[in-house]
């Protein structure tokens, strides 16, 4: 009788650390076969390791874009905790086939990705919990928990396979992803007050719901919003293809050891918090908003072309630190885009900005596969560097040791220069600047909570940790950490 109570309540109150503990046993999880996973991907496919890398990426981010706003809006009827059982469950199921049947395992990635979106139902369970002012302090935490987990996991993988083999981090990742589902299970409150659910029970979902598109139509109604809208894009689809495919290019081309991959991450990734934390509130008061957007894209813009042209691996942790400092563009664009939106418009605005990152999350990954392959960027070795860092040529007829870093770096000085033209706020003011949206969602109702929430591949987004209450001053933001970078 108590186990059944157990089962059907958790282990005390619903509380933002419930979906902490999600949050991190779920990356620590996949961290962890951060280098496994690069080793079976190139045994897996070794004449065209980063096409298929791409493929497999684009379609997971793509089916994540696809099914975030139905999985929201279900959420809402049914209770966020069953769904981040089905999340959590689904996203760790490929794990443990790793080395059982590698063709199975890149499969189930792909698959996986329609319920990939652990973070837009960890992101309506915070906003049950919290109230507007708590709500961005919380939403850091949970973004930093996830910063935390991908900082350490892959050392630890690392090392495990160095001693033990790819066998035992596979051992251990899914023992940590069975406790993650166990304690959702066991420990995780529902968040939903039954009465909520209880008078949604049974309302028909709406096409316009569940309609992925749905926030990307109505960009072009406000011509601030437009340019920000391109600027994300533009900014954003080189950002989530280098994700998808630079450790394994650290890996395969520039021929990192496993250590040194492991040790790359952390660096920058700790980097990447301090930038977002330190720097970010330092640049907010003193260049302002656009100004420190504008920074934020030429960090970028300078790590892409120095990833690009560079073949040393001095040069790739030198674009390493400048890449972290690149990490306050986004949290910078939120801000910016709070202060460009009525109180009553900012979920309507942040889901555009989600959209347009969960469309990039899939276009990113396969553009970056297709343009390695094109310039036939593929090694048949994957032996670590010994000694000081002598590194066999890049093959003669690769111009560009990483093109599709170089092609980045282009469209990121067209986001550059499209900034230039947003139209800065610069008062408290000014922020209520009206903006002509025919749409009525809130952004504190739960409904546009958990169906405007972000899709990623498993990644924290930016239509949730930026429900910013109206009238914010630069001064008064409160950067958030993403995980734009690592």
């Keep these: 009788m108590i186990t059944q109570k157990i089962l059907q309540q958790g282990i005390g109150r619903p509380s933002v650390y419930h979906a902490v503990v999600v949050i991190f046993l779920e990356f620590f999880s996949w961290g962890l076969l951060t280098t496994p996973m690069l080793t079976v991907l190139h045994e897996t496919f070794p004449q065209h390791t980063f096409l298929m890398n791409g493929l497999i990426q684009g379609v997971k981010g793509l089916l994540s874009f ?50 990939s979106v652990t973070f837009s139902v960890i992101f309506a369970y915070v906003a049950d919990v919290t109230d507007e002012r708590e709500r961005s302090t919380a939403y850091g935490l949970v973004s930093a928990t ?27 990742a899914t023992l940590i992803a069975l406790a993650d589902i166990c304690f959702i299970l066991l420990a995780v409150p529902e968040s939903l007050p039954d009465k909520m659910r209880l008078s949604s029970w049974g309302t028909p979902i709406s096409w316009e719901q569940a309609d992925p598109f749905a926030s990307l139509r109505k ?17 954003y689809l080189p950002e989530a293809g280098q994700y998808s495919s630079f450790f394994l290019y650290l890996r395969q081309v ?46 970028q813009i300078l790590q892409l072309a120095w990833y690009g042209f560079g073949s040393e691996p001095w040069m790739m942790w030198a674009a390493g630190a400048v890449a972290a400092m690149s990490s306050i563009t986004f949290p910078a664009v939120s801000a910016l885009v709070s202060q460009s939106a009525d109180p ?10 989600t959209g347009i990152r969960g469309l990039c999350n899939g276009l990113g990954p396969a553009l970056y ?44 000085v067209i986001a550059f220069l499209v900034a230039l033209f947003i139209p800065e706020k610069t008062s408290c003011s000014s922020s209520s600047s009206q903006l002509s949206l025919n749409d009525k969602p809130h952004p504190d109702s739960k409904e546009s909570m958990s169906s405007l929430a972000g899709v990623h591949i498993n990644t924290p987004l930016p239509g949730s940790d930026e429900e910013t209450p109206p009238a914010v001053c630069d001064a008064d933001f409160e950067p958030l950490l993403h995980d734009s970078i690592v």
């Design 146 to 172: 996830f910063a935390a987990s991908l900082v350490t996991s892959p050392a630890i993988g690392a090392y495990l396979s160095a001693w033990y083999g790819d066998n035992l981090v596979v051992l251990v």
């Design 369 to 412: 596969g297709f343009i390695f392959f094109l310039f036939n960027v593929e090694f048949n070795s994957m032996d670590p560097i010994q000694g000081d860092y002598n590194i066999d040529p890049l093959p003669l007829h690769t111009l560009i040791p990483g093109p599709p870093f170089l092609l980045g770096a282009c469209t990121v």
């Design 344 to 353: 009553d418009k900012q979920g309507v605005v942040q889901g555009m900005i």
């Design 66 to 115: 696809m099914s975030a706003p139905l999985i929201g809006a279900l959420s809402d009827v049914w209770g966020r905790r069953s769904f981040l059982l089905v999340t959590v469950f689904f996203t760790c199921a490929p794990i443990p086939l790793m080395r059982l049947s590698p063709w199975w395992y890149f499969a189930m990635i792909s698959m996986s990705g329609a319920f």
């Design 254 to 299: 520039i021929n990192f050891s496993s250590t040194t991959l492991a040790v790359f991450i952390g660096v920058v990734g700790i980097l990447s918090i301090v930038a977002q934390t330190l720097f970010l509130t330092l640049l907010m008061r003193t260049l302002g908003t656009k100004n420190t957007v504008l920074l934020g894209l030429g960090f």
């Design 219 to 235: 960009v072009g109604q406000d011509s601030t919003v437009l340019l920000i809208c391109i600027t994300v894009f533009l900014s």
